[in-house]
């Protein structure tokens, strides 16, 4: 079945340092991958996406890298502020209806 | 608007008892889901309905029942509720039906303890 990895549980960084979150998944099936971010009491709230025809996709401060070929994502997230202390998670799409979630990573920002 | 509101927030059960957790969105979503949220662990999906009218197990399903009362509406049961379905349960709705955007919206979850 589906299953997506984390590589670190909790990641520590100084704040204005860039962080990177990586994410494994083992379908080669999965065809759209979202990172969401949970913030302590509250849901997952949606950061950005990519599709699998894409390797690279920006936002504000944030930027999803895609390698299909070895099924790896990553979130990095530039000049990482206090606010982005969360848990973040990557999620993958594989068809059909469902979303499968990873385990998460907790970010900490050092001040 | 609301979005996604779950209800309760906070309960508490006694093992054997049984209960319904609601959840409603106002974004005229097609697709709702429930998962639950284990310390140390993602989100599992417990079940999901496409559309009104149509459910489906998800990753983790015994023990529960879902109904999709109507395109807002998606309640998730627990029949008879044990310590092991003790948890964070979390709504999400995604609109889905193509476009570029099908991210899941969630609501604000019910924390479960069965005692």
């Known amino acids: 079945g589906e299953s997506v990895g984390l590589h670190l549980p909790t990641l520590s960084v100084q704040e204005g340092d860039n962080s990177i979150i990586n994410c494994a998944y083992s379908?080669?099936?999965?065809?759209?991958f979202i990172w969401y971010k949970q913030e302590s009491g509250k849901g997952p709230q949606f950061i950005i996406d990519?599709?699998?025809?894409?390797d690279k996709r920006q936002g504000q401060r944030v930027t999803v890298l895609l390698n299909k070929t070895v099924k790896h994502l990553s979130l990095q997230i530039a000049a990482t502020q206090p606010g982005d202390s969360a848990v973040y998670f990557c999620a993958v799409h594989t068809g059909g209806f469902k979303t499968i979630f990873g385990a998460g990573t907790r970010l900490f920002v050092k001040a | 608007n609301a979005g996604v509101t779950q209800t309760p927030k906070f309960q508490v059960l006694k093992t054997g008892q049984s209960m319904t957790l609601q959840c409603a969105q106002d974004m005229n979503h097609n697709s709702m889901y429930w998962y639950r949220q284990d310390p140390g662990m993602g989100l599992r999906l417990i079940y999901y309905?496409?559309?009104?009218?149509t459910t489906d197990k998800g990753e983790v399903p015994n023990g529960y029942n879902v109904s999709r009362l109507n395109k807002r509406e998606f309640s998730l049961r627990l029949e008879s509720a044990a310590p092991s379905q003790t948890s964070v349960y979390f709504c999400?709705?995604?609109?889905w039906g193509g476009g570029e955007n099908t991210e899941a919206f969630f609501g604000q979850g019910t924390r479960l303890t069965v005692v």
């Open positions: 379908n080669s099936a999965s065809d759209y």
């Open positions: 999400a709705s995604i609109p």
């Open positions: 309905s496409a559309s009104e009218g």
């Open positions: 990519i599709r699998s025809n894409m």
